[in-house]
């Protein structure tokens, strides 16, 4: 990605150089226009435009020809031609920076402040172990320094901090290893993602979907509502078109566009309203959000580069300044949706450009407190292990035994204290659970990589958990609970309720030929029905489905709607007005040949039936049409439909005089006064899996809601037939104009209070606008009014769906009829656009929030144990019955391993079965806590028992009070396999944490933990028989390996004691690990919050735990940007830098 002067010269050579670059610009030579000359062009807006447009090509189409390119047939498919185009004007990708290195992550996993205070005591106690005192060490330093053996064992004494570089060195090496993996597996998921998007262009006078990247410059590209646009372009056709530029202006405005007043389309901007066809003119690092994307993401070398030209080219400067000014902008577009903190500058960022965030979500919410809680209590018992250790050292040495402080002593004093310190560090390491990011990283990633195949691409990684914890679905009814394969069934037209489509025999043929016309010229001209793909198959529809409908009527009538296309073809459209939310109906304007005009309409039909006045009778005459008829009309025609679950859709016409010409932009004049031609009912069938799906959820104790744009009779309709509402039940089914009325007061305000009385009934919300659904999910997600928060998830398709979906706590998008910017705000999109889908991802979403949990009660066990012993034994015995290399054996082995077993849990139907654990549910449940206090209780217990009887009860020497130096005695070798082994049979515990009796239930099913299982206790073998001095380790006989591992089966059978112990009867136990309280929900709508994550960070910071960053790794860099700008992804992609 080089600079951008870079890049013009090197496209640019001056035209004597007779070098590659020359032939470069003969062939741009050979297209009449220059990479540089459409650039520069791109820079202007609206009359400077067209005025440059005008000066240098004379208009659009001259330009066209310069490129070689047809209006209406767009590029030839030749594939030399294509790749010449690519090779002058680049390629339609911005390629993303460098991944970083193994060795770059090696020093980033190096940072962690618990890593360095190891490796600073291990290097003094190398050090200290390699210095020899001057002279004989005398009596005066006391029999501290006694207990080497032999001079060899003494000179062993460097073993101890070798080792624990060494698992330092490990620890790193893993951890960079999965960072390294995870950030492959990102690129990978990106790449699925820039491959999944395609856009439709003209070629060879068809139009067809190609990818993203394999658009070129001179392409016709056809632009529709809804469309992110992946490159820059020249309006040459376009229809009501308005855009949203505020990714690369700020200006939150709709611009309107046309070609004759700024026909400048941008990258990166989204079309809200209308259709047209662009000529693309820049792609890639050349179109505008390419330069300002290079100029952010091209870092310090790019800065260099420019900085030693002397000569700015002047676009640069002027796109430099554009990117400062629009800094707030981009910024805006790189910010992850869910925030979290991800590094100063981001923070700053974010500050600046005040955009509302995202609370954390449920999971990370409760680990941060949690981790936060056991950092404190961690960092307290290490601190409380060095003091005592040091001053009963002190007092033992200096005033009961008297002795003085000599400086030959000095380095033995000081090797003790670093012992001391190294003990410490040790409980340290062991209390702080370092496995924890990595559990949740594995087990988010396993699961995002198992969703794929359930038809779910998950674009932020913790909307998979949060997804477990989903307690209501807002949901839309077309294509996601239907099959949005839709067909007139029912039509009311020429005074008559045909309950099946009519013989055209049966029409007036003066009626039937303006119903013709009107379906044909009023429906988007890239909707059409193709011929099926199979024989005997269905016939292909293509485009807006509601218009395949009305155009396979047309088909069905025995006419045919491409005639008439072909004799007004779309450019000759004199005005269209195309559907928006607001509208509710399409209206498109053609001038006859005798010069006045005929509007053609189409929409919801008690909206458009409103503003008609006039209606065709049986003969083809109009005759007038009433308020009174029209009431008649819905009680006797479209409410029968709308019950039988039918779509009504209106057709109507206006004619309008030539003169005086309308007034075409006051729309309400002109969209009245009306002649109904017909009234069509549409069936959109139910998907035959969703009833079942739907049950699912509501045994899952998940209620699902229907907000939709339909009438309210269709909309109940297709509720009862889904499920959503049963007869007996308490519910409320209610159109948008009376939900507003309830939650609204005088002023017109949504109160909270009155929200609250409307939402826990409501099943059906219907004729809902997106300000309706946005304002649902925010009332849900605000409200207390439940015992527990609710967890809100949202479907959409529309681009107006754009605030729900991210206001919702998971926003899934339409893979196949969403649109680009549905896209770009959602968390999820289902690839199939089906509800069952979502019913796998609640399903991975518990799996992924159980896995936590298994590996919390295996963790917390573990560390309860370790640090109990380390501390306990530190005080009495005066040193850690388990060394410093063992606790990191325990620690980087069994963390690392466990983690990888517990988190790649296939899910169960029975997920199902339970009801979500919502907001503010314990992260660790009363089960959980007796499960760990229990566990830890039987291992203390047989710990101690070996720590002061051991040496009775196998007949060995003590290890207790050994002195510094001295060689690895069987007795704390015996402890430290019973604790493993201890540890591996409670593994097998953990996978049950609802107080299951069967823990070996699927257990085979998942081979990763039974191998890592059998792959630890080999390893466990290998260290106590061979590891020797380093491992603080000697060699066990049969008796003693039977022993260890009688008691560590134990665990299996106390396991069962504990589960016989009923939760409910220990009244003392309390949970740990819960969510947000109520006043630390960040309110969206408060920029000046901060990040619930800082308050956390800084208390850490306090405790100098810095290895908490690992959490907040995890949740910083999952924006995995869609649609075109992801191919800018790098920014926030590189935060992957800190990726765990």
Known sequence: MGDLANSSVEFHPKKQQGSVGGMEVNHAGDFGATLEDLRTLMELRGAEAIQKIQENYTDTESLCQRLKTSPADGLSDNPADLEKRMQVFGQNFIPPKKPKTFLQLVWEALQDVTLIILEIAAIISLGLSFYQPPGEESESCGNVASGAEDEGEAEAGWIEGAAILLSVICVVLVTAFNDWSKEKQFRGLQSRIEQEQRFAVVRNGTVIQIPVADMVVGDVAQVKYGDLLPADGILIQGNDLQIDESSLTGESDHVRKSVDKDPMLLSGTHVMEGSGKMLVTAVGVNSQTGIIFTLLGAGEEEEEKKDKKGKQDGTLENNQNKAKKQDEAVAMEMQPLKSAEGGEVEEKEKKKTNVPKKEKSVLQGKLTKLAVQIGKAGLVMSAITVIILVVYFVIETFVVQGREWLPECTPVYVQYFVKFFIIGVTVLVVAVPEGLPLAVTISLAYSVKKMMKDNNLVRHLDACETMGNATAICSDKTGTLTTNRMTVVQAYTCDQHFNKVPDPEQLNPMVLEMLVSSIAVNSAYTSKIMPPDK??????????????????????????????????????????????????????????????????????????????????????????????????????????????????????????????????????????????????????????????????????????????????????????????????DDFLCIDGKDFNRLIRNEKGEVEQERMDKVWPKLRVLARSSPTDKHTLVKGIIDSTVLEKRQVVAVTGDGTNDGPALKKADVGFAMGIAGTDVAKEASDIILTDDNFSSIVKAVMWGRNVYDSISKFLQFQLTVNVVAVTVAFTGACITQDSPLKAVQMLWVNLIMDTFASLALATEPPTEALLLRKPYGRNNPLISLTMMKNILGHGVYQLIIIFTLLFAGEKIFNIDSGRNAPLHSPPSEHYTIIFNTFVLMQLFNEINARKIHGERNVFDGIFSNPIFCSIVLGTFAMQFVIVQFGGKPFSCAPLNLEQWLWCLFVGLGELLWGQVITTVPTSHLKCLKEAGHGSDEDEVIDEDNPEDEDEIDHAERELRRGQILWFRGLNRIQTQYDLRFIYRSQVWFPSMFGISSLL
């Open 535 to 728: 024989e005997g198959g269905l016939p292909k529809q293509v485009g807006n489905k509601t218009e395949c409908a009305l155009l396979g009527f047309v088909l069905d009538l025995k006419r045919d709607y491409a005639p008439v296309r072909e004799q007004i073809p779309e450019e000759k459209l004199y005005k269209v007005y195309t559907f928006n939310s607001v509208r509710k109906s399409m209206s498109t304007v053609v001038q006859l040949p005798d010069g006045s005009f005929r509007l053609y309409s189409k929409g919801a039909s008690e909206i458009l039936l409103k503003k008609c006045t006039s209606i065709l009778a049986a003969g083809g005459e109009k005759r007038n049409f009433r308020p009174r008829d029209r009431d008649e009309m819905v009680k006797k025609v479209i409410e029968p439909m709308a019950c039988d679950g039918l779509r009504t859709i209106c057709v109507a016409y206006r004619d309008l005089p030539a003169s005086p010409q309308p007034d075409w932009e006051n729309e309400a004049d002109i969209l009245t006064d009306l002649v109904c031609i017909t009234v069509v009912g549409i069936e959109d069938p139910v998907r035959p899996e969703v009833p079942d799906a739907i049950k699912k959820c509501q045994r899952a104790g998940i209620t699902v809601r229907m907000v939709t744009g339909d009438n309210i009779s269709t909309a109940r309709a297709i509720a009862a037939k889904c499920g959503i509402i049963q007869p007996g």
